[in-house]
């Protein structure tokens, strides 16, 4: 079921969650850091979430030198031991170039060993180096995320499981191994595309959003249709979620002086790769002013964040709380006040008039 009440969101049951790409870091004097230690930094960073009471810690997978996790299930083990509440789960999983039953069977065991706190979040990928790493074509790349990833909603419904597709021989009559003591929350994320969008709901899987650039609202349509799609396809209503990227400090301008010059290197980074111009401070502080990037003091996170979860009616949101290079330190104090301050505060304005969501603290200081 949603999270939500005959006038929006339920302030009660909207949960909070944190993303990482394991992006390498630098230290406090700008020197790169291990991935090792970076790795090592993650772990310090997923207990400190589930000390100061966030709902969900996600790790994304990446096969290239400026991501530090390639295996986020070993990383979230590791955490499985170190905490008590938070749920572990995936930003995202490439389930096609991943085999779904390998899949299955390590969150299934992640699943026994948290006691219940696994999830994962699978997608197509917006990086492709794990198609080549593992012997994937890129022109596979749509058939094969929809194949794996019916036959993942195929294991995740009913043990024993029968299936049969294009891309590997049938199945019949097979178990994994170890059974689910429950069951286990697979999320599909979509950065954009009605048809996957409307394969989330055909496979009855909660929907992720990436709301990474421009203003949430425009994501509005997608929420529609995804709702849309359930009902025409007799499913019950299933929960919607936004990944969008932010940092926080004690005040605005600490908080941009911060993320900007890590930021920006991430956005040209990628942009090199992909063909982007460059960018710079002005792209920041308009996506920090009227798009995705959430970035501030904790009042201003939290006013972005309430007015995202009002405008698209979600269920879960999720801060992607590092963005290129950022120090670790930085990185832990964001957690911290995202825990402590910035989610008792979205709740308040949850159960408030939705008008004194409105405005920014920018400029009071």
């Known amino acids: 079921m949603t999270a939500q009440t005959e006038t929006g969101p339920d302030p009660a049951r909207t949960t909070f969650g944190l993303d990482t790409f394991g992006d390498v870091t630098v230290d406090t004097q700008g020197r790169p850091v291990p991935a090792a230690q970076v790795i090592r930094d993650i772990l310090e960073q997923g207990i400190l979430a589930d000390e100061v009471g966030i709902d969900h810690f996600s790790i994304g ?21 170190r905490t008590s509440r938070i749920t572990l789960g995936t930003a995202v999983t490439v389930l096609s170039s991943d085999d779904p039953i390998r899949v299955f069977e390590r969150f299934s065991t992640l699943d026994a060993l948290s006691s219940g706190r696994a999830e994962i979040t699978v997608g197509r990928g917006s990086f492709i180096e794990s198609f080549p790493l593992f012997g994937y074509s890129l022109q596979d790349y749509e058939m094969l995320f ?33 059974p689910l003591e429950s069951p286990l929350p697979t999320w599909v994320a979509v950065g954009g595309s009605p048809n996957s969008v409307v394969r989330a709901a055909r496979h009855r899987l909660p929907l992720m959003l990436a709301v990474i650039g421009g203003p ?38 600490t908080a941009r002086e911060q993320l900007a010059p890590h930021w920006i290197h991430n ?16 792209e920041f502080e308009g996506e920090a002013e009227h798009g995705a990037l959430l970035v501030g003091s904790p009042e201003t996170v939290a006013r972005k964040i309430a007015r995202t979860i009002r405008t698209l009616g979600i269920d879960r949101f999720d801060l992607k709380y590092a963005s290129g290079p950022m120090p670790h330190q930085q990185l832990m104090e964001s957690i911290r006040l995202y825990g402590t301050e910035v989610i008792p505060r979205v709740r308040e304005l949850l159960a408030e008039d939705p008008e004194q969501d409105e405005g920014s603290a920018f400029d009071e200081e």
């Open 61 to 81: 997978e990446h096969h290239r030198p400026d991501f530090a996790v390639s295996a986020p299930d070993t990383v979230l083990a590791g955490l499985a031991t």
């Open 146 to 178: 929809e194949e794996k990833l019916d036959l993942l909603a195929t294991l995740l419904q009913s043990q024993p499981f029968s299936w049969s597709g294009s891309h590997r021989p049938p199945l019949e009559d097979q178990q994994l191994h170890p």
């Open 216 to 253: 949430a609202e425009r994501f509005t349509p997608f929420v529609q249709l995804f709702h849309e799609a359930n009902e025409k396809l007799g499913n019950d209503p299933l929960p919607t979620g936004v990944h969008s990227p932010g940092h926080i400090a004690a005040d605005d301008r």
């Open 267 to 282: 956005r040209n980074e990628i942009g090199r790769e992909r063909g982007w111009g460059p960018s710079g401070i002005a």
